[in-house]
Each structure stands twice: as structure tokens, then as C-alpha cells.
């Protein structure tokens, strides 16, 4: 690991700003559009006057904001990601370090807060709560309690990031409300993280303090968290994706709906944000005051943000869009600074430091080897879309003895790699990855960012981890002889270079696996969730296949064992 020092930076000193601008105010509380004359100094929003109606005048509104981000799912460090986000309009975020904090503990929590305010952006980091998110895999880094209590007393820490841990909270565990007593005694919310809890489950959940929700794969789960007075965050990143689901509750709970994308891949990012939300649910015929509520003002009222809704006195965070249906930004103001324009950030590069801890040795194609015990084995399902996997059987091939993977029923192997020592790799199966060549790998793994890989064959495998071992994080694919890595030496996890770059970067290693044969819409999103134990039903960690539901790990092998097929 890095030695063991904070990083410090030096805010940006932001220039006095007087300006004028007209524009079509967006009214979104008084569900009134009409022309002003807005007026900014030193940052603040001076006056707002009504002028002559002129419909040819762009529609001045409140800029967007992240309800629940992960910046880290990025790829980016945070002054990267918010010169791609003020382009879309995105004026701030919601942002749980949660992912750096797994690899680097409280120094990765610093790192994000600091980094970030090299930027005229506005993040609003939260406490970790569940770091490690189990006690079932290794991870790098560790927030206790007293940590908890360190950094609700800061300013800079806005809310206790999601309670993932609800076994915990369902049953009163002594350090999972204590986490939560100390974030009470600070007066500061607590993101929820309950996937599929419903009945008397779900209120007990909420009865402990979580105030949130953003994993509720279906309306009826969202409905009834909604009536037990969670705030419900609709969520569409690049492989979990609920918003067609939810989104037919923004009319009838405009109060307790927000937008988020919990985890976005850069070339996502580079395309849109919680822009294309709002455009979507305009699309669907929802209200526009009610989409404008949830993806703008509702993070504000539930955090107590400081961020602008266009009133006199308020922060001059706003944007100019040409429309209230496609929502194409003109220009992003946060501030009263002026940080994209007509597609392009104004945001200049920082310098960013690099954080790591990686210590793990290359491996060899053997020790992905799994002795055979039989050849019907449980399998995760990889579901396009989500992150819910379920338990099913499958047919593997016998080699030697051993369990390889079996193409042509598109069941393959999949590994976790701990990346913090020396240790045997964990190895399963998985089905609906469709490669039919080589293999994919990744350090992005949540929670934990051990190195998980799925592919063809052992050699293939193996080449593919070692690329990030030698790289110390990274994405990477493996297709015959061609090999190609996208390095990631922050935490393993994010880059510090341009963000644009690594968004074509990660254009073109994504493209390269769906040559492969990859089926997924976002494969190296979909195998950054297949270690995410928190999330039922069956996932892999570095210690063994898990069984999300009961909490336990379970046997790769069913039935007898079965002769060679070669």
C-alpha cells in the first residue's frame, strides 16, 4: 500500500462573477414556466425579474443531481468525473466512497474528498457503513465505528452511505446500530441498500433509521417501502437498470422519488447522466414538474444540500436547456461559473495523486484448476440489466479430472482473485456471458475489488489476471494472442488520467469482448457485480461460492461424479 499519509490539495479560488442572463424559468414548486432576467454575483443568485415573454429564449432551470453514485464505478477519480458530468448538466452528486474505502480504508475516503474539491463541482460524500461489505471476502480497508464518528463530525460528510448490511439492521446487530446511532446523533440521513425486502422485513429495515432506497427491482417493492416513508432512488446505470420498473410512481410520489445511477461506466458517462432520465420519463408522458422535482430538487430537501434551486440568495447553480423534452444542455453554471458548454466541459485537468494497495504475485494457469466432483454444478445466472443473480444447475466438461468450462451451453468459468495477498483463486461457474474465445478480467469487483475474471479456458484466464496483476488494477481482455488492458492504478479502480481518454479506452476494451462473443450490454459492469454478495441469490468471492439468501457459502458440485469427456 501507499504510504500511510493523507492527501492534501488546495480548493480553487474562484474569480468574483457579476453576469446577467434571460432565459425561460423553470418554476418547478410553483409548476410555473415564465421569462426572467436572472442576475448573479460572487457566485449567488442576486435577482430574478420577470421580462416581456419571448419564446425564443432557452430554458433556464436547476441542475441535475446524482442521487446515489459510487464516483469510483467511473473509473474516474472525482475531478474527472465531474468534467464529464457538467456537460450533461449534472451540477452535483450524492457520492458513497464506499469502493475506494474498501481498498484503502479511511485514506481512500480522504482522497475522494479532497480530490474532489479541486473542481468547481459539488460532491457530497457520505460514511461508509458496511466497509468491508461482508466478512465473507477480503477486502483492503476497514470503517469501524470510531471511524464513523471521525467522519460524521466533518463537514464534508453529509449522510451514512447505504446500510447494506440489513441482516444486521433487521436484527439489531450491536455494531450496525451503533453506525447508525452516531449518524443520528449528527442529525444526518441514512441511505438504505434492501434489495427485496418487503412485509415485515422491509419495516423492520426502515424502523432502524434508513431513510432510502435505490435497489428495488420491482413497483410493488418500491411501493411498499414508499408507504413506509423510504424516499425511493430510481436507478439506471450501466448494468443495473430499473427504471422501467419504477418510474410509473414519479406522478403519485413526486415528494419521495430521485434519479440515480449508483454505478456508471466512462463511456456511459461520456454520453449522458441524469439528463437522459428526465428525457426518458418526458418520453413515458410523466409530468414534467414532477420529473424536474425528482431529478433536481428532492437530493436537495433529503440531504440539505447546498446547491441553488434558482430563488434570490441561493448558490447560482443552474442550467440552460433547449428544450424540456430531449433536455439538451446549452450551458451548466455552478456557482455562477460558467463548467460546460454546448457539449464541452470547461472543467480544466488537475493534477491527481495515485493511492494503491495491491499485493498480489502472478498466478499460473493451474491454479484456476478445479478438481471435478461431478459435472452438474450450481451456476450464476448473469441477468442483462441486473444485479440480482439466481441460482441455477448446469452441465460443465471433464478434463483430466478436472472442471473446464462447457461453450457451447454458455456456462464458463469464472474466478475471484485476492489481490491483497498470496492465496488460492476462488473458481465457479457462470452463465450468460456468451464468450466464445479468450477471456475477460477486471479489478473492479465489488465490494471488495478483488480481481475476478471470466472466460474460456485456464490459460486464457490466467493471461488475463496477470495483465492486472502487472498493472496493479485494471481492466483487461485476452483473445488468442491479442491482449488488452485499460489500467486503472488508482485503488485499482480508477484512473487519474483524462476522462475522455479513458472513456474511448474503455470503448474500445468493451468492444473487444463483445467481438469475443459477449452478450451483455455493459460485460465488465455485469462481472464487476458477480463478487457482490450483498445481492442475492448466488455470487463469488475470494473465498468461495456464496449464497446471498442464507447468508453462506455453498458447493460448487451437485450430484456424483461423471467420466472424462477427453
Known amino acids: 500500500m501507499a504510504a500511510n499519509r493523507l492527501y492534501r490539495f488546495s480548493p480553487i479560488k474562484f474569480p468574483y462573477i457579476f453576469m446577467q442572463i434571460q432565459g425561460q424559468f423553470v418554476d418547478i414548486p410553483n409548476r410555473e414556466i415564465f421569462a426572467v432576467s436572472l442576475s448573479v454575483a460572487d457566485g449567488k443568485i442576486t435577482k430574478l425579474e420577470k421580462i ?53 480504508g479511511m485514506q481512500g475516503v480522504e482522497y475522494m474528498i479532497e480530490n474532489g474539491k479541486q473542481v468547481p463541482f459539488k460532491f457530497y460524500f457520505g460514511a461508509p457503513s458496511c466497509v468491508p461489505a461482508t466478512p465473507f471476502e477480503t477486502a483492503g480497508g476497514e470503517i469501524n465505528a470510531a471511524d464513523i464518528e471521525n467522519l460524521m463530525s466533518r463537514p464534508e460528510i453529509h449522510y451514512l452511505a447505504e446500510m447494506m448490511n440489513w441482516p444486521g439492521t433487521v436484527n439489531r ?29 422491509a419495516e423492520k429495515y426502515v424502523s432502524a433509521g434508513p431513510s432510502t432506497d435505490h435497489e428495488c427491482f420491482s413497483a410493488e417493492e418500491a411501493l411498499g417501502k414508499l408507504k413506509l416513508g423510504m424516499k425511493i432512488s430510481i436507478r439506471e446505470g450501466s448494468a443495473a437498470k430499473n427504471f422501467e420498473a419504477l418510474i410509473d410512481l414519479i406522478d403519485e410520489y413526486p415528494e419521495m422519488i430521485m434519479f440515480c445511477s449508483d454505478d456508471k461506466h466512462p463511456d456511459n458517462l461520456a454520453v449522458s447522466h441524469i439528463n437522459e432520465l428526465a428525457a426518458r420519463a418526458i418520453a413515458k408522458g410523466k409530468d414534467v414538474f414532477n420529473v424536474l422535482k425528482a431529478a433536481c430538487l428532492n437530493p436537495i430537501a433529503h440531504y440539505a444540500m447546498n446547491v441553488g434551486q434558482l430563488r434570490e440568495g441561493d448558490p447560482a447553480d443552474f442550467i440552460l436547456v433547449k428544450d424540456l423534452k430531449d433536455f439538451q444542455v446549452i450551458s451548466t453554471y455552478i456557482d455562477g461559473e460558467k463548467v460546460a458548454e454546448n457539449g464541452k466541459t470547461l472543467i480544466q485537468r488537475t493534477k ?9 504475485p502472478p ?67 457462470i452463465k450468460n456471458f456468451g464468450l466464445k474465445i479468450g477471456a475477460i478480467a477486471s479489478s473492479v469487483g465489488h465490494d471488495s475489488h478483488n480481481i475476478i475474471a471470466v472466460g474460456i ?63 451483455l450490454n455493459s460485460p465488465f459492469m455485469t462481472l464487476s457485480f458477480m463478487a457482490l454478495l450483498v445481492i442475492p441469490d448466488l455470487k463469488l468471492s475470494d473465498k468461495g461460492l456464496f449464497n446471498g439468501q442464507r447468508f453462506e457459502f455453498d458447493e460448487v458440485f451437485l450430484g456424483s461424479p461423471m467420466p472424462d469427456a477427453g
Open 52 to 104: 416581456e415573454a419571448d419564446s425564443s429564449l432557452p430554458y433556464l432551470m436547476p441542475g441535475f443531481i446524482d442521487a446515489h453514485v459510487h464516483v469510483e464505478s467511473s473509473m474516474l477519480v472525482p475531478s474527472e468525473f465531474a468534467r464529464l458530468a457538467v456537460v450533461h448538466g449534472t451540477v452535483a452528486t450524492v457520492s458513497d466512497p464506499h469502493e475506494i474505502a474498501n481498498v484503502c
Open 173 to 201: 446487530d450491536e455494531m450496525v446500530m451503533e453506525k447508525i446511532r452516531i449518524s443520528k446523533k449528527y442529525d444526518k440521513p441514512i441511505d438504505g441498500h434492501a434489495p427485496g425486502l418487503k412485509g415485515e422485513l
Open 352 to 360: 491527481n495523486e495515485i493511492i494503491n494497495n495491491f499485493n498480489c
Open 363 to 429: 498466478k499460473k494457469p493451474e491454479d484456476f484448476q478445479l478438481k471435478a466432483n461431478g459435472s452438474t454444478v450450481r451456476v450464476i445466472e448473469a441477468l442483462d440489466g441486473q444485479l440480482i443473480t439466481p441460482e441455477i444447475k448446469g452441465e460443465i466438461l471433464i478434463k483430466n479430472g478436472f472442471a473446464e468450462s462447457n461453450p457451447a451451453e454458455d456456462i464458463l468459468k469464472i474466478t475471484v482473485v485476492n489481490r491483497y495477498e498470496d492465496a488460492p483463486p476462488a473458481v465457479a461457474f
Open 457 to 519: 479456458d485456464d490459460e486464457s484466464i490466467c493471461k488475463a489476471v496477470n495483465l492486472i496483476i502487472a498493472a496493479k488494477g485494471g481492466v483487461s481482455a485476452v483473445s488468442g494472442d491479442q491482449e488488452e488492458i485499460l489500467p486503472l492504478p488508482v485503488g485499482g479502480i480508477m484512473s487519474a488520467s483524462d476522462g475522455y481518454e479513458i472513456a474511448a479506452a474503455y470503448t474500445r476494451i468493451d468492444r473487444l469482448a463483445k467481438e469475443m462473443g459477449a452478450t
